[in-house]
């Protein structure tokens, strides 16, 4: 008999993590940081740097942690969000992490900049990757990776056969980003025999007419305010989203305008480009800037090589270019590193025809103040430029029915009461409780 255990993630977004046991063999796919209790309540920051099953961060999984004894064949990420890896620090060494390429590529540059006393590094020692499309086997379970559309580069969507029994899980998934064309092929070439689809519901229950309909769209907001800025753009977006980044790069290029990001940033888009997508910038004709941050240069030397920040001096401007160009410039840096130039800029003439846009997830913005400080401190309007990095309920709805699946599992929604209302065969449970495929 094959049972499927969601741990977390029936009721809540973020914090990932399922179970699928066969007989004896046990896998685990997701261990990410949670977005809020299961209550919906903020969580208490000391709690997630000390996460254990006492305080609720770490989810009850028994035989998965280093402080118990290993009884879990593996852990698999789908993808590399904190909300789905932020926790497998805390994975027994004995028990093997799989992620693919592009998730190792985007978690290792993370770590060389941002990981302090070496958190989210020792999942790394003990990974193993795969290959989209590609089965490969755990114990009794064959597992195949789906390249999908999401915020994430690399995304998995995940098809685990055991028992002759098939389980898809979607992870997280978008219909309307950049590689769309991932979404459109899943959906017109689908798998077969779906016993049980996990399917994501971010969004499900949700008023969908906040935000913006496509990555394309946002691309086109931003133009259009880039085209005609009389002054600097401030932007605040996700580091480590690669197809925000690249909206902005198209935008400001086409408004003959530069792109200033940070080492950081530079650096992940060379990975990516040497190892996975050669269209990626940078290329010798694109409008992107590098702005030096004494940190991110000290993780350079201390993470990688010296060599690079030599490597990448031509495409170096000063904080006095940019002052002198300032209504030629789009500004993506840490938003301590944007406050830091905003005073600058002041000081030498005022703000008022700035523009300051936030592309990333509204929660963020209700829950931190600071996101807002840029804008009021300098009297900036602030323009929302966001589309969601996951699919809409309409794109849900045309991915459960092309999988037909038997039974569709709600996970990582705040919705899943609703998920009646819209999909057939749907089945509710709850965190920890077990959902058996029966022979």
């Known amino acids: 008999m094959v049972e499927v255990i969601i741990h977390r993630g029936t009721h809540t977004i973020g914090g990932s993590c399922v179970e699928i046991r066969s007989n004896n063999d046990r896998i685990i796919i997701d261990l ?36 118990q004894v290993p009884s879990v064949k593996a852990v698999i990420l789908s993808h590399p969000h904190l909300d789905h890896y932020g926790l497998m620090d805390w994975v027994h060494p004995d028990i093997p992490i799989y992620l693919s390429e592009e998730s190792k590529t985007v978690i290792t540059a993370g770590n060389a900049f941002y990981a302090p006393d070496n958190v989210h590094r020792k999942m790394l020692e003990h990974c193993k990757t795969f290959e989209h499309y590609k089965p490969f086997n755990i114990g009794s379970f064959t597992i195949t990776s789906y390249l999908i559309d999401h915020s994430a580069f690399g995304a998995s969507s995940l098809l685990i056969e055991v028992e002759g029994k098939r389980i898809f899980y979607s992870g997280d998934v978008s219909g309307h980003g950049r590689k769309s064309l991932l979404f459109d092929r899943l959906t017109s070439d689908p798998i077969r025999d779906i016993d049980c689809l996990l399917l994501e519901g971010t969004t499900v229950g949700i008023d969908h007419s906040i935000g913006y309909s496509s990555e394309e769209a946002v691309e086109k907001a931003m133009y259009s305010i880039f085209s005609i800025q009389k002054d600097i753009s401030f932007i605040i977006s996700s580091g480590s989203n690669i197809d925000r980044l690249i909206s902005m790069q198209v935008a400001s290029k086409e408004s003959n305008k530069l792109l200033i990001i940070d080492i950081y940033q530079f650096y992940l888009l060379e990975q990516l480009k040497s190892k996975f997508d050669s269209s990626l910038p940078p290329y010798p004709s694109d409008n992107i800037r590098i702005f030096y941050i004494r940190n991110h240069a000290d993780s350079v030397v201390a993470n990688l090589d010296k060599q690079l920040l030599y490597d990448y001096k031509p495409r170096k401007i000063s904080q006095d270019e940019i002052l002198a160009n300032r209504q030629n410039i789009v500004l993506r840096l840490p938003l301590s590193i944007m406050n830091r130039l905003a005073s600058k800029l002041q000081e030498a003439r005022p703000l008022n025809e700035a523009h300051y846009i936030y592309s990333m997830w509204e929660g963020y913005l209700e829950r931190d103040p600071k996101f807002k400080e840029l804008s009021q401190r300098f009297n900036i309007p602030m323009t929302e430029i966001h589309t969601s990095g996951h699919a809409c309920l309409n794109d849900l709805k045309r991915l459960a029915e092309a999988l037909k699946p038997k039974a569709v599992i709600p996970i990582h929604t705040l919705g899943g009461d609703v998920f009646a209302e819209h999909f057939d065969n749907v089945v509710r449970v709850d965190d920890g409780e077990a959902f058996k495929l029966l022979s």
Do not use: C, F, H, W
């Open 32 to 67: 990410g940081t949670p977005l809020m209790a299961r209550d919906g309540a903020e969580l208490d920051e000391q709690a997630i740097k000390n996460p254990s099953i006492e305080n609720g961060i770490l989810p009850y999984a028994d035989g998965v942690y280093a402080n």
